[in-house]
């Protein structure tokens, strides 16, 4: 039995065809792994070893942290954060092959943390829009027990298709999840951020911003689910997705969903999609910042307003977002 | 010297001014006063170069056609606009703007940009004669900041870019008497030879704290009346009916 793709009829991936990016490519080598979605299917297929990190803390109080490449064309780790651990992971996937599918499962125990970075860069060579050919697909499967915490933050610069999945289950009570991250495109590449976080546990907080930009002819998704089954009292989640639309031609799809069945919980959400403020951008103008320079100061400010202040990557991170706005 | 000649603003296709003459020299504070409507604020991003802000007719600063340019160039060849409404910027710290704003204008004028520690130096002296903690500039610009901490940031700037005109945008609304006291004293200080102060308000309040040289009453896009101070005055006894009238 070889591989179903899923098209936009898909619900799940209404937004991002993945058929349609992946029409020519050989993929009858990739059998549907049991149970498991079509990127984890395809990361075990190509995946030549499974890469497996235990995350101990450094003198017991440091995170460590480690660098995870994708070079290949799969990659599967296991990740497992032992109770009271904290470690950090930065996951890197490049923009040189044509088609590269990730899978990273994660366990936090009771107390345990950790703090995974997703960047996934454009090609390295500025690529035309028709010549980009890449397919990045990347999932990560998240445990988090008692009182466990899971931060993540996706820088995502977009390819043919790439496509950032992230599934959290807080299964501990007192857990916490963050994930934050930004998004922006530029023309023919398409960024998708798609994320659930259940909460199986009662007295788990769920915090989640999500910034994105695209310019003409990119296309941004977001999809964001959060579910608070009835057991799941004391329950605090937040989950905000807002974009800026920077030329005529440019597209968002945002899909948020809070589905709640509890009902001693507080829970908030909100999606906007809008152009660049008019009147910022005159503000700056009439103090003398030139038009490209001011829209860029402010795209800028926009967009890293998602990056935690305490994030040890912040200013590697923005550095990524100021080169991307000055190309 | 600022000089506008059949000066007329449409919006939207309205026409809001309607055929403005004004002539304020250099070296001297001229107050525009008018009724809510009469066109003040229109006046003024008109002259900022606000899109959407059709203007026509003639407005030069010291013999330079402005309407010819974008808004960063009037404000390299000295134009400053401090806004009735200052925008927040959550995301840009007050000095990174400043300094952004600083050195591009010294750019378009085709000086030589200051380094970090020499404008850091000047800033800070400015801010303190302003009474403003240095707190202030390492936030997000006017980021949460209540409307008198907009308004000293705006004369913060005022302070800092030395502007050949000055347009002062209801400079006096939502400050209490001690802000106002503030800001305008950092106004009176900026008095130079070499700058025309045009201060735009609704009431004579401000004027008690910024004395004018020439006051120019507003009303339905013309200029009603000009006088001395004393018009102003005589506006606050008794109000701008007759001018809406007669208008």
Not at chain 2, 144 to 165: C, D, H, T, V
């Amino acid at each position: 039995m070889s591989l179903a793709l899923p098209s936009r009829r898909d619900e799940a991936w209404k937004y991002s065809d993945l058929a349609r990016a992946l029409s020519g490519h050989d993929l009858s080598s990739v059998a549907p792994a049991r149970g498991g979605s079509v990127i984890a299917s395809m990361a075990r297929a190509f995946a030549e070893e499974e890469r497996v990190l235990t995350i101990a803390s450094r003198d017991g109080v440091h995170a460590v942290e480690h660098s995870l490449s994708h070079e290949a064309r799969g990659a599967v780790t296991r990740i497992h954060v032992p109770a009271l651990q904290a470690g950090m992971v930065v996951e890197t996937i490049y923009g040189h092959l044509n088609l590269a599918a990730g899978l990273s499962e994660i366990r936090i125990e009771e107390g345990g943390a950790l703090t995974r970075i997703v960047i996934q860069q454009d090609a390295q060579k500025a690529v035309s829009a028709e010549e980009i050919a890449q397919v990045a697909l990347n999932e990560a499967r998240v445990s988090v027990a008692a009182g466990g915490t899971f931060r993540q933050f996706v820088i995502a610069e977009g390819a043919k298709l790439a496509r950032i999945e992230t599934h959290v289950a807080l299964d501990g009570e007192g857990g916490e999840v963050e994930l934050n991250g930004v998004y922006m495109v530029r023309e023919g590449r398409h960024a998708d951020l798609t994320s659930t976080v259940t909460h199986q546990a009662a007295n788990a907080r769920t915090k989640q911003l999500i910034k994105g930009v695209a310019r003409k002819g990119g296309r941004g998704v977001f999809q964001g689910r959060i579910v608070v089954p009835r057991g799941a009292q004391g329950t605090d989640a937040r989950q905000y997705h807002r974009a800026i639309l920077l030329e005529d031609g440019a597209e968002i799809d945002a899909k948020p969903e809070l589905e709640i069945y509890a009902d001693d919980v507080s829970c908030a959400h909100g999606n906007a999609i809008g152009a660049l403020d008019a009147d910022q951008l005159f503000y700056a103008r009439a103090r003398g910042i030139p038009e490209a320079e001011a829209r860029a100061l402010l795209i800028e400010a926009f967009l890293i307003e998602a990056i935690p202040e305490d994030l040890p990557q912040r200013d590697d991170l923005i550095t990524r977002v100021q080169r991307w706005l000055q190309t | 010297m600022l000089e506008l000649k059949d000066f007329r603003v449409s919006v939207g296709g309205a026409e809001i001014i309607k055929g403005v003459n004004l002539i304020a020299p250099s070296g001297e504070v001229h107050a525009i006063m008018g009724p809510n409507g009469s066109g003040k604020s229109t006046l003024s991003y008109a002259l900022a170069g606000r899109e959407g802000y059709e203007a026509s007719g003639v407005a030069k600063l010291d013999g330079q056609d402005l309407l010819a340019l974008a808004p960063e160039e009037r404000a390299h060849k000295g134009l400053f606009l401090s806004f009735q409404y200052p925008v927040e910027l959550a995301g840009v710290p007050a000095l990174t703007f400043l300094k952004a704003a600083f050195n591009a204008q010294r750019k378009g004028r085709g000086e030589k940009e200051m380094a970090a520690p020499e404008f850091l130096k000047l800033v800070r002296s400015k801010a303190e004669a302003l009474k403003m903690p240095q707190e202030m500039l390492k936030r997000g610009l006017n980021a949460g900041f209540s409307g008198g901490e907009k308004k000293r940031m705006e004369a913060l700037q005022l302070s800092l870019f030395q502007p050949k005109l000055a347009i002062l945008d209801e400079t006096d609304s939502g400050l209490d008497i001690d802000a106002l006291k503030i800001v305008a004293d950092a106004v009176n200080a900026t008095r130079a030879p070499d700058r025309t102060m045009l201060v735009i308000t609704h009431y004579q309040r401000l004027l008690d704290f910024i004395k004018p040289d020439r006051v120019h009453v507003l009303a339905r896009g013309r200029i009603a009346a000009s006088g001395g101070p004393e018009l102003a005055l005589e506006l606050e006894r008794s109000g701008y009916d007759r001018y809406l009238e007669a208008a």
